[in-house]
């Protein structure tokens, strides 16, 4: 038993320090196991604001980011739609030239292939994405164009009959105060199939000069295709941009939040292990203490 008052008071030094460091190992075992340096805000003190406001501001880059690569997925969908639509009508143009060709042009069927593209170019305006349909404006649940059973000429394709949608051309908001309109209608294609009719019928009346009329029209709608698919490649650029931003921002955000509140492992191990020794060694000491004789006791 200690008798020195001295002892005494080295010994409850010794368990006081051996009680703080068994609370630093505990609480390193936690950060450890969990990963996180502290399981309360009180914990990290003057950091909470700084923690809570990079956690808000990466989830709301996050977001922006993923809304964004669904926009451009629907913009890279529409583009690849309107492509296909402008192959239809390049070969159209050619297709004419050959009608106006008196050694080809009767026998051409023309209006067979007109038809057939007819057809394809509604297939086109009624791809879907997911469950949306990309050109039917709001109506997103509902196909935008039905064709009638047979097209004579252009009366038989009057928007008000053949198109399902609206003319609500949708946006999206790319950043905070950045709204990006992306919205293509069907509507805005149906120069080509106008043109497409007015051929056929020009054909049927064997109108050469209604033929010719409409390879001239046909070659303004191609460049009003091709002036839009323009508009949505330079419309997809500006999300991507800002998503890229947005991605930034979020990863140097999650390197702040990680900062803060994420264990640094290599440490905490190094800590603890140093903590360890620290307390075998402060137990060897009591237990010597313990062991000392009378005869210790008085040299």
Do not use: C, W
């Not at 690569?69 to 639509?85: P, S």
């Not at 305006?125 to 709001?138: H, M, P």
């Amino acid at each position: 038993m200690l008798g020195r008052t001295g002892d005494v008071a080295h010994s409850n030094r010794l368990n006081g320090y051996i009680q703080g460091t068994q609370g630093r190992m505990r609480e390193a075992q936690v950060a450890i196991a969990t990963g996180k340096r502290a399981q309360t805000y009180s914990e990290i003190g003057s950091e909470t604001g700084i923690l809570l406001q990079a956690r808000e501001g990466q989830k709301r880059a996050e977001a922006f980011a993923a809304s964004n690569t669904t926009t451009v997925e629907r913009l890279r969908t529409i583009d690849g739609a309107l492509g296909n639509i402008v192959d239809l009508a390049d070969r159209m143009r050619t297709l004419l030239i050959q009608r106006t060709d008196p050694s080809i042009g009767s026998s051409l069927p023309l209006d067979t292939e007109i038809d057939t593209m007819l057809q394809e170019i509604a297939s086109q305006l009624n791809v879907r994405l997911g469950d949306r349909y990309l050109f039917a404006g709001s109506r997103t649940d509902t196909p935008p164009v039905e064709l009638p059973a047979s097209v004579t000429g252009p009366a038989d394709l009057d928007p008000d009959l053949i198109y399902q949608g609206d003319d609500i051309r949708l946006s999206a908001r790319a950043a905070e105060h950045v709204e990006v309109s992306y919205g293509v209608l069907a509507t805005d294609v149906f120069e080509v199939m106008n043109v497409l009719a007015a051929a056929k019928e020009a054909h049927t009346a064997d109108d050469e000069a209604g033929l010719m009329a409409a390879s001239d029209a046909l070659g303004e709608a191609f460049s009003g295709l091709v002036d839009l698919r323009g508009e949505l490649g330079a419309r997809t650029a500006r999300i991507e941009a800002i998503s890229e931003n947005h991605r930034a921002n979020a990863a140097y955000l999650a390197e702040t939040v990680s900062r803060i509140e994420d264990t640094d492992l290599p440490s905490a191990i190094a800590r603890m292990a140093k903590d360890q020794m620290a307390i075998e060694a402060a137990f060897l000491t009591i237990s010597r203490l313990n062991s000392l004789t009378l005869a210790d006791y008085l040299r």
